[in-house]
Protein backbone atom coordinates (compact mmCIF):
# COMPACT_ATOMS: atom_id res chain seq x y z
CA UNK A 1 0.00 0.00 0.00
CA UNK A 2 1.62 3.31 -1.38
CA UNK A 3 -0.70 5.71 0.85
CA UNK A 4 -1.95 7.51 -1.47
CA UNK A 5 -6.17 6.48 -1.50
CA UNK A 6 -8.04 7.27 -5.02
CA UNK A 7 -12.01 6.72 -5.30
CA UNK A 8 -13.96 6.20 -6.96
CA UNK A 9 -12.12 2.30 -8.28
CA UNK A 10 -13.99 1.80 -11.13
CA UNK A 11 -16.21 4.33 -13.09
CA UNK A 12 -18.96 3.65 -15.83
CA UNK A 13 -20.57 6.27 -17.22
CA UNK A 14 -21.93 7.57 -20.59
CA UNK A 15 -20.48 10.04 -23.17
CA UNK A 16 -21.05 13.43 -22.82
CA UNK A 17 -20.86 12.94 -19.29
CA UNK A 18 -18.88 14.78 -16.09
CA UNK A 19 -17.01 12.62 -13.73
CA UNK A 20 -14.54 13.87 -10.87
CA UNK A 21 -12.16 11.51 -9.62
CA UNK A 22 -10.67 11.68 -6.08
CA UNK A 23 -7.02 11.68 -4.79
CA UNK A 24 -5.90 11.84 -1.57
CA UNK A 25 -1.48 12.30 -1.02
CA UNK A 26 0.15 10.24 1.32
CA UNK A 27 1.04 11.98 4.61
CA UNK A 28 3.41 14.88 4.17
CA UNK A 29 3.13 15.17 0.53
CA UNK A 30 2.49 18.67 -0.79
CA UNK A 31 3.06 17.54 -4.44
CA UNK A 32 0.18 15.75 -6.81
CA UNK A 33 0.15 14.25 -9.56
CA UNK A 34 -2.15 12.83 -12.60
CA UNK A 35 -1.18 10.84 -15.28
CA UNK A 36 -3.02 9.24 -17.90
CA UNK A 37 -2.99 5.38 -18.71
CA UNK A 38 -4.40 4.07 -22.24
CA UNK A 39 -3.37 1.20 -24.76
CA UNK A 40 -2.64 3.57 -27.58
CA UNK A 41 -1.06 6.63 -25.37
CA UNK A 42 0.49 4.61 -22.59
CA UNK A 43 0.67 6.73 -19.77
CA UNK A 44 1.02 10.26 -19.75
CA UNK A 45 1.61 13.19 -17.59
CA UNK A 46 -1.60 15.40 -17.22
CA UNK A 47 -0.89 17.82 -14.37
CA UNK A 48 0.59 18.42 -11.07
CA UNK A 49 -0.49 20.60 -8.21
CA UNK A 50 2.31 21.56 -5.22
CA UNK A 51 0.10 22.69 -2.53
CA UNK A 52 -2.94 23.69 -3.59
CA UNK A 53 -1.09 25.81 -6.91
CA UNK A 54 -0.95 24.38 -10.40
CA UNK A 55 2.86 24.05 -10.82
CA UNK A 56 3.25 21.86 -14.15
CA UNK A 57 0.93 20.80 -16.49
CA UNK A 58 0.90 18.01 -19.34
CA UNK A 59 -0.75 16.70 -21.98
CA UNK A 60 -4.16 17.53 -20.37
CA UNK A 61 -7.24 18.02 -22.42
CA UNK A 62 -9.35 21.56 -22.24
CA UNK A 63 -12.29 19.29 -21.17
CA UNK A 64 -10.51 18.23 -18.10
CA UNK A 65 -9.45 20.43 -15.03
CA UNK A 66 -8.40 19.56 -11.80
CA UNK A 67 -7.19 21.36 -8.64
CA UNK A 68 -5.99 20.81 -4.83
CA UNK A 69 -7.84 21.81 -1.78
CA UNK A 70 -6.65 23.11 1.63
CA UNK A 71 -6.51 19.47 3.05
CA UNK A 72 -4.30 18.76 0.21
CA UNK A 73 -6.54 16.10 -1.44
CA UNK A 74 -7.07 16.57 -5.17
CA UNK A 75 -9.75 16.22 -7.76
CA UNK A 76 -9.76 15.72 -11.50
CA UNK A 77 -12.61 16.73 -13.42
CA UNK A 78 -13.02 15.26 -16.93
CA UNK A 79 -16.31 16.91 -18.54
CA UNK A 80 -18.17 16.09 -22.02
CA UNK A 81 -16.75 12.58 -21.91
CA UNK A 82 -15.63 10.81 -24.94
CA UNK A 83 -15.03 6.99 -25.44
CA UNK A 84 -11.31 7.92 -25.74
CA UNK A 85 -11.03 8.59 -22.71
CA UNK A 86 -11.77 5.47 -21.47
CA UNK A 87 -8.48 4.92 -19.51
CA UNK A 88 -7.00 4.60 -16.14
CA UNK A 89 -6.20 7.70 -14.19
CA UNK A 90 -3.44 7.66 -11.74
CA UNK A 91 -2.79 10.15 -8.95
CA UNK A 92 1.06 10.04 -7.28
CA UNK A 93 2.27 12.19 -4.62
CA UNK A 94 6.05 12.85 -3.52
CA UNK A 95 7.89 15.08 -1.02
CA UNK A 96 9.28 17.84 -2.40
CA UNK A 97 12.88 16.40 -1.19
CA UNK A 98 15.21 13.93 -1.99
CA UNK A 99 15.12 11.87 -5.02
CA UNK A 100 11.62 13.39 -5.91
CA UNK A 101 10.26 9.25 -6.21
CA UNK A 102 6.36 9.36 -6.78
CA UNK A 103 4.02 7.33 -5.26
CA UNK A 104 1.17 6.00 -7.01
CA UNK A 105 -2.11 5.37 -5.92
CA UNK A 106 -4.49 2.02 -7.11
CA UNK A 107 -5.78 4.26 -9.47
CA UNK A 108 -9.25 4.64 -11.23
CA UNK A 109 -10.74 2.85 -14.29
CA UNK A 110 -13.03 5.23 -16.45
CA UNK A 111 -15.56 3.56 -18.73
CA UNK A 112 -16.99 5.81 -21.18
CA UNK A 113 -19.96 3.85 -23.20
CA UNK B 1 12.52 16.46 -25.59
CA UNK B 2 13.00 13.28 -23.12
CA UNK B 3 12.19 9.68 -24.51
CA UNK B 4 12.35 6.59 -23.19
CA UNK B 5 12.36 3.51 -24.72
CA UNK B 6 11.87 -0.26 -23.94
CA UNK B 7 12.49 -2.47 -26.94
CA UNK B 8 11.16 -5.59 -25.27
CA UNK B 9 7.34 -5.59 -25.05
CA UNK B 10 7.35 -8.74 -23.80
CA UNK B 11 10.00 -11.33 -21.87
CA UNK B 12 9.69 -14.97 -20.54
CA UNK B 13 12.04 -16.46 -18.44
CA UNK B 14 11.99 -19.50 -15.66
CA UNK B 15 11.67 -19.07 -12.01
CA UNK B 16 14.79 -18.22 -9.99
CA UNK B 17 16.50 -17.11 -13.57
CA UNK B 18 17.89 -13.68 -13.26
CA UNK B 19 16.52 -11.62 -15.83
CA UNK B 20 17.25 -8.04 -17.23
CA UNK B 21 14.70 -5.59 -18.69
CA UNK B 22 16.52 -2.95 -21.13
CA UNK B 23 15.93 0.96 -20.81
CA UNK B 24 17.59 3.60 -23.19
CA UNK B 25 16.99 7.25 -22.29
CA UNK B 26 17.50 10.27 -24.63
CA UNK B 27 17.92 13.52 -22.82
CA UNK B 28 20.29 16.26 -23.03
CA UNK B 29 20.22 17.36 -19.35
CA UNK B 30 23.15 16.60 -17.41
CA UNK B 31 20.66 16.28 -13.88
CA UNK B 32 17.98 13.49 -14.64
CA UNK B 33 16.63 10.40 -12.35
CA UNK B 34 15.88 7.36 -13.14
CA UNK B 35 13.13 5.08 -12.06
CA UNK B 36 11.23 2.20 -12.56
CA UNK B 37 8.06 1.00 -11.81
CA UNK B 38 6.08 -2.31 -11.56
CA UNK B 39 2.68 -2.89 -12.81
CA UNK B 40 0.86 -6.36 -11.46
CA UNK B 41 -2.51 -7.22 -13.28
CA UNK B 42 -4.34 -5.51 -10.27
CA UNK B 43 -2.95 -2.02 -11.54
CA UNK B 44 -1.11 -0.50 -9.14
CA UNK B 45 1.96 1.01 -9.73
CA UNK B 46 5.22 0.18 -7.38
CA UNK B 47 8.31 1.97 -7.50
CA UNK B 48 11.26 -0.29 -7.32
CA UNK B 49 14.20 1.46 -7.70
CA UNK B 50 15.98 5.00 -8.27
CA UNK B 51 18.96 6.21 -10.04
CA UNK B 52 20.62 9.29 -10.09
CA UNK B 53 22.12 10.79 -12.82
CA UNK B 54 25.58 11.66 -10.55
CA UNK B 55 25.00 8.40 -8.65
CA UNK B 56 28.34 6.55 -9.00
CA UNK B 57 27.32 3.35 -7.87
CA UNK B 58 24.48 1.31 -9.70
CA UNK B 59 21.36 1.25 -7.14
CA UNK B 60 20.15 -1.72 -5.26
CA UNK B 61 16.82 -2.79 -3.64
CA UNK B 62 16.62 -6.01 -2.20
CA UNK B 63 16.16 -8.35 -5.67
CA UNK B 64 16.60 -5.45 -7.92
CA UNK B 65 19.89 -3.46 -9.36
CA UNK B 66 19.66 -0.97 -11.92
CA UNK B 67 22.47 -1.38 -14.45
CA UNK B 68 23.08 1.99 -14.85
CA UNK B 69 25.58 2.65 -17.95
CA UNK B 70 25.76 6.74 -18.54
CA UNK B 71 27.71 6.73 -21.59
CA UNK B 72 25.47 4.49 -23.23
CA UNK B 73 22.15 6.24 -21.57
CA UNK B 74 21.11 2.92 -20.64
CA UNK B 75 19.01 1.96 -17.19
CA UNK B 76 18.38 -1.20 -17.52
CA UNK B 77 16.72 -3.40 -14.30
CA UNK B 78 18.28 -6.55 -13.00
CA UNK B 79 15.91 -8.71 -11.40
CA UNK B 80 18.06 -11.42 -9.47
CA UNK B 81 16.55 -15.31 -8.63
CA UNK B 82 13.01 -14.25 -10.23
CA UNK B 83 9.90 -15.07 -8.37
CA UNK B 84 6.38 -15.92 -9.97
CA UNK B 85 5.29 -12.77 -8.24
CA UNK B 86 7.12 -10.65 -10.50
CA UNK B 87 5.15 -11.14 -13.49
CA UNK B 88 4.00 -7.93 -14.19
CA UNK B 89 4.30 -4.56 -16.19
CA UNK B 90 7.68 -2.64 -15.78
CA UNK B 91 7.98 0.67 -16.77
CA UNK B 92 11.30 2.34 -16.75
CA UNK B 93 10.66 6.55 -16.57
CA UNK B 94 12.86 9.31 -16.00
CA UNK B 95 12.95 12.82 -14.42
CA UNK B 96 14.72 15.95 -15.48
CA UNK B 97 15.95 18.49 -13.38
CA UNK B 98 13.50 21.62 -13.06
CA UNK B 99 10.28 19.24 -13.88
CA UNK B 100 8.35 17.25 -11.64
CA UNK B 101 7.10 14.74 -14.45
CA UNK B 102 7.88 11.38 -14.99
CA UNK B 103 8.31 10.60 -18.95
CA UNK B 104 7.62 6.77 -19.38
CA UNK B 105 8.43 4.19 -21.68
CA UNK B 106 6.04 1.86 -23.28
CA UNK B 107 6.71 -0.82 -20.85
CA UNK B 108 8.01 -4.34 -20.88
CA UNK B 109 5.44 -7.50 -19.65
CA UNK B 110 7.50 -10.06 -17.89
CA UNK B 111 6.42 -13.52 -17.52
CA UNK B 112 7.75 -16.01 -14.89
CA UNK B 113 7.50 -19.81 -15.82
CA UNK B 114 7.37 -21.82 -12.89
Known amino acids: DSGVTQTPKHLITATGQRVTLRCSPR?????VYWYQQSLDQGLQFLIQYYNGEERAKGNILERFSAQQFPDLHSELNLSSLELGDSALYFCASSVPTGNNEQFFGPGTRLTVL | AQKITQTQPGMFVQEKEAVTLDCTYD???????LFWYKQPSSGEMIFLIYQGSYDEQNATEGRYSLNFQKARKSANLVISASQLGDSAMYFC???????????FGQGTRLTINP
Open chain 2, 93 to 103: AMRVQGAQKLV
Open chain 2, 27 to 33: TSDQSYG
Open chain 1, 27 to 31: SGDLS
